[in-house]
Every structure is written in structure tokens, then in C-alpha cells.
T-cell receptor
Framework: AQSVTQPDIHITVSEGASLELRCNYS??????LFWYVQSPGQGLQLLLK??????LVQGIKGFEAEFKRSQSSFNLRKPSVHWSDAAEYFC???????????FGPGTSLSVIP | GAVVSQHPSWVICKSGTSVKIECRSL??????MFWYRQFPKQSLMLMAT?????????EQGVEKDKFLINHASLTLSTLTVTSAHPEDSSFYIC???????????????FGPGTRLTVL
């Protein structure tokens, strides 16, 4: 069955430190991949997306993600975290450009001063 | 651009009553909208796919008679929770695909969500 997993339920990092959020997917072929961020009181916002091409994808707010086919992973990274990055992060995938999107369980990010 | 609104943002109702939640795409047309349910500290679970002018497609396990979806125009979809009970209390989120082309790679634009509490 198609699925998206995020092994880390909660991560705490210090402001200014680097960040990596893990995401693994289980699909027959390379799916469309997404990272969304959800802040309290706000809707989900797309950080970046991938389907093909360069495996290192640049997104908004200084985030990037790397697609690794061999590991079925699409990890999100940021070199220096800001306090405003504290939020819930969801990795998601869809089989095609029009298929339903399946969300991972999410990773809650806390940022300490 | 690509703004999706939901109304109301929160609602409290008595058990047995019905509640309607609106989802609007404010600056684009959306032939397809989605309704999700999110429990505290959990992920989004797709409830149904709403297509303008046709019947919604419900995910397995979602009661279509309980969660009525209407997508009567290219900018509005509604979710009605009929005869609500406390177990229906949840955070309901809608999203929409931009029919005009901004939804490349299957990108969806999300509303801020509606918190439903059934007493």
C-alpha cells in the first residue's frame, strides 16, 4: 500500500542550528513529493515539491529537500533554523499529478533560543 | 495569490444538530476541492474529493450520508456534518486545486481549517 512515513514525531533544535526532517515513502514508482508546513491558526503552506529533475530541490523560507531514490527518502533541510520555523511539518506524496495526496504523520518542530 | 478561506473558523454545536462548513477559493477557480479531517497531533486524513458539478468521491470508511459535500460552483464547496455527535468533533480542512494552472505537480492550496466541537 502507498504510504508516507516520518520517523520523528517531535524534534527540538536550537535557533541557528541546522535541521533535517526525515521522510520516507512507499510507492511503486517515484511519486510526486511535497513538504508542507502548518502553523497554528494558519493553513498548510507548500514549502517545496518534487517530481523529476534535479534531486536537490529549493523551496521557500530557506528550506531544501533531497530526493534519494535508493533510500525512498525525501528529507527536508535548513542550514540555520529561526524561531519562526517552529511548526508542524508534513511530508506528502501522490502517485500522479491528479491522484489523491497522502500525508505523513507529521513532525512537530520546536525551536529553543 | 491562491487563497482559500473557510467559514466558520470554529463552531460549537449541540449533539444532533447539523453544521455547514464553507470552503472558498478567493482568487482562482477550483474544479476540484478536497476535505480533510485532522485529529489533535495527527496527520490529515482525506475524507472526500469534491468535483464541481458532480458527486463527491468519498474515501473508504467515510459516511457519505453523514458528511454531505456540495460543490455547486467553481469557487465554493461545502461540507455539512449531519446529526453531529461528540465523536465528530475535529479540525476540518479543505484544499483546492487551481484549475487555471497554478497547481502544477498536483499542488493544493489549503484553507485555515474549521474547529468543530460537538457537545
Amino acid at each position: 500500500a502507498q504510504s508516507v512515513t516520518q520517523p520523528d514525531i517531535h524534534i527540538t533544535v536550537s535557533e541557528g542550528a541546522s535541521l533535517e526532517l526525515r521522510c520516507n515513502y512507499s510507492y511503486g514508482a517515484t511519486p510526486y513529493l511535497f513538504w508542507y508546513v502548518q502553523s497554528p491558526g494558519q493553513g498548510l503552506q507548500l514549502l517545496l515539491k518534487y517530481f523529476s529533475g534535479d534531486t536537490l530541490v529549493q523551496g521557500i523560507k530557506g528550506f531544501e529537500a533531497e530526493f534519494k531514490r535508493s533510500q525512498s527518502s525525501f528529507n527536508l533541510r535548513k542550514p540555520s533554523v529561526h524561531w519562526s520555523d517552529a511548526a508542524e511539518y508534513f511530508c506528502a506524496a501522490s502517485k500522479t499529478s491528479y491522484d489523491k495526496v497522502i500525508f505523513g504523520p507529521g513532525t512537530s518542530l520546536s525551536v529553543i533560543p | 495569490g491562491a487563497v482559500v478561506s473557510q467559514h466558520p473558523s470554529w463552531v460549537i454545536c449541540k449533539s444532533g444538530t447539523s453544521v455547514k462548513i464553507e470552503c472558498r477559493s478567493l482568487d482562482f477557480q477550483a474544479t476540484t476541492m478536497f476535505w480533510y479531517r485532522q485529529f489533535p497531533k495527527q496527520s490529515l486524513m482525506l475524507m472526500a474529493t469534491s468535483n464541481e458539478g458532480s458527486k463527491a468521491t468519498y474515501e473508504q470508511g467515510v459516511e457519505k450520508d453523514k458528511f454531505l459535500i456540495n460543490h455547486a460552483s467553481l469557487t465554493l464547496s461545502t461540507l455539512t456534518v449531519t446529526s453531529a455527535h461528540p465523536e465528530d468533533s475535529s479540525f476540518y480542512i479543505c484544499s483546492a486545486r487551481d484549475s487555471g494552472g497554478r497547481s502544477s505537480y498536483n499542488e493544493q492550496f489549503f484553507g485555515p481549517g474549521t474547529r468543530l466541537t460537538v457537545l
